[in-house]
């Protein structure tokens, strides 16, 4: 039974560029949320996809988008870059039940320069 | 507003002694209350997590939690440490009837020595 699965593991990028990063919930789970860890901090969250849509959304610009397929995988997108966006960006899956555990994944280390 | 806070940046314990990693908490409604732990380079794993009933949680490897309403606690203890015990551990909330967002203290890192 395969975990969270997240892609790529790392990236480097500069100011101003986009980036598209890719998870792949737990088997038989439907929801996904996104959250960012910067360095020295807890994981805050972003937003949270189920049924294809966006279905709860954190303290974060416009620049973060995401997006949820029938297979249930996500996407979150960040454009123009800043050098604050430098951060562990964790995917974690779920079931569509309220307060039911999220799984994680291994995240994406995304350094900005 | 929601908020955990976990007092000590660090922890560190002898092997074989008892741990204890603190967490207290502030929300509106019941908490829905999570202990997570990372390793380096790795994402979270699940430790536990207290929806109802039972003040005493048991959870992975050894590990359990109290959750005490009153003091708005939620401490995580294991009886004996082990060296493998060592990371970073989060303590993390929900609350509210229609959120499932996941409010995380700043960590405490835990050091166990041989």
């Known amino acids: 039974d395969a975990g969270v699965t997240q892609s790529p593991t790392h990236l480097i990028k500069t100011r101003g560029q986009q980036v598209t990063l890719r998870c792949s919930p737990k088997?038989?789970?439907?929801?996904v949320s996104w959250y960012q860890q910067a360095l020295g901090q807890g994981p805050q969250f972003i937003f949270q996809y189920y049924e294809e849509e966006e279905r709860q959304r954190g303290n974060f610009p416009d620049r973060f988008s995401g997006h949820q397929f029938p297979n249930y995988s996500s996407e979150l997108n960040v454009n123009a870059l800043l050098l604050g966006d430098s951060a562990l960006y964790l995917c974690a899956s779920s079931l569509a039940v309220l307060r039911e555990t999220q799984y994680f994944g291994p995240g994406t280390r995304l350094l900005v320069l | 507003a929601q908020s955990v806070a976990q007092p000590e940046d660090q922890v560190n314990v002898a092997e074989g002694n008892p741990l204890t990693v603190k967490c207290t908490y502030s929300v509106s409604g019941n908490p829905y209350l999570f202990w997570y732990v990372q390793y380096p380079n790795r994402g979270l794993q699940f430790l536990l997590k207290?929806?109802?009933?039972?003040?005493l949680v048991k959870g992975s490897y050894g590990f359990e939690a109290e959750f005490n309403k009153s003091q708005t606690s939620f401490h995580l203890k294991k009886p004996s440490a082990l060296v493998s015990d060592s990371a970073l551990y989060f303590c993390a909330v929900i609350s509210g009837l229609s959120t499932d967002k996941l409010i995380f203290g700043t960590g405490t890192r835990l050091q166990v020595f041989p």
């Open positions: 207290y929806i109802t009933g039972d003040n």
């Open positions: 088997s038989g789970h439907d929801t």
